[in-house]
């Protein structure tokens, strides 16, 4: 899981690691460039939900063999893009690959560990992904040196063709089956893990669960807006705005996204850690993304106001470092909440940010064109981040989905006794 977070992250970012020389190359604006980066987001949020569902009555090994699949053959069609219409489309057909593979990671993980390592399991398998953000802009820069960027989207889709075959060949849904498994490892999984290694077959509860799972998908929301900005800008943002190489913009660009490495590990570890000790979730998932959020809002802010390229660049990472410390405990929520249906619930969650990955891109292109101004996007992350705190106190990771099932039926019986009292 960490090897594909890592690999799909290379395979998703290397199109902004590239932007500045595909627009050079190309003859786009930063409007064509934005509208690219936002391809990527239309289908992965729509295929987000699909993915879930199907990765809850298939399993996550065939979803993962099948998504990957894909965006190997997106990847390679990246790479012969000769404009913005066969750009688009390659990254609409990336977002279909890749939008299951995160819900259907969810799934895997939901089998394999028990609740109390859910936090820090997330939190370092998308630390991998941030690891892929960090490596990717002077992994490229390398390759371009060596090669062209046409190159670097052929050499990264034939290493997700190499993960997809050990994949394929080492997995396993249910732990129980796997060759390498002790029996102690077994008798940790508690009775709900055992039973999410079976495939879902009955109908999905569509109206509680978008109830229950619908304020983490805000949340998720307003971490997107800013995360979108990171994933597709700042590599551009420092070779254009802060007028560096592609050297030296790679290297800053590493620098930030290294610091969500940490920030992803921490968020999870910490968060397991507080439901350890106190055996409050809402205390390890909801507290821990407020601070978060908090934080990344506190160190953002200097971005609009300072001009030396050093204190720029800390502060994008202590800001990133923070906004990455909620995805443990984000991605949690779900598990939490619902391990029958946790494919479906967390595509739900992760489709607040891919609507973000729509809209953020491309705003934040359409200003600096506009306007000619690198920071000034920013003042939207700032905003979001404030209406993400406020939403994560809807959220209630305490309370099951099937408890929420069990009120509704009480509820049901007692008016249903009143209205035979009325008659």
Known sequence: ?????????????????????????????????????????????????????????????????????????????????????????????????????LPAQARALVNWYPASKRGFVQGLTHSFSRLGNALTPPLIAILVAFASWRASFMLVGA??????????????DDPRKHPHITPEEVAELPPETMASAKKTREPTPWRRLIRRIGPTMMVYFCYGWTGWLFFTWLPTFFMHGRGLDLKSSALFSAGVFLSGVVGNTAGGVLSDRILKRTGNVVAARRNMIVIAFLGALVFLAPVMIVHSLPVMAASLSLSFFFLEMTIGPIWAVPMDITPKHVGIASGLVNAGSAIAGIFSPIAFG??????????????GSLCLLAVGIVMTFFMRPDIKLDADASLDEAAAEHGLKLAEQRH
């Open 366 to 379: 359409f200003i600096v064109d506009r306007t000619g101004n690198w920071t000034l996007p920013f003042i």
């Open 1 to 101: 899981m960490c090897a594909m977070s890592f690999i799909m992250y290379l395979d998703r970012v290397n199109l902004s690691a590239a932007a500045g020389l595909i627009r050079d190359d190309l003859h786009l604006s930063n409007t064509d460039v934005g509208f690219v980066f936002g391809a990527f987001a239309y289908t992965y949020a729509i295929c987000q939900v699909i993915g879930g569902w199907f990765s809850d009555r298939v399993g996550a090994k065939t979803t993962l063999v099948l998504c990957a699949t894909i965006w190997i053959i997106a990847t390679f069609a990246t790479g012969v893009a000769g404009g913005v219409v066969s750009l688009f489309c390659a990254r609409m057909l990336l977002g279909v690959g890749e939008g299951a593979a």
């Open 159 to 172: 290493l997700t063709a190499v993960w997809v075959v050990i994949y394929a060949w080492y997995f396993k």
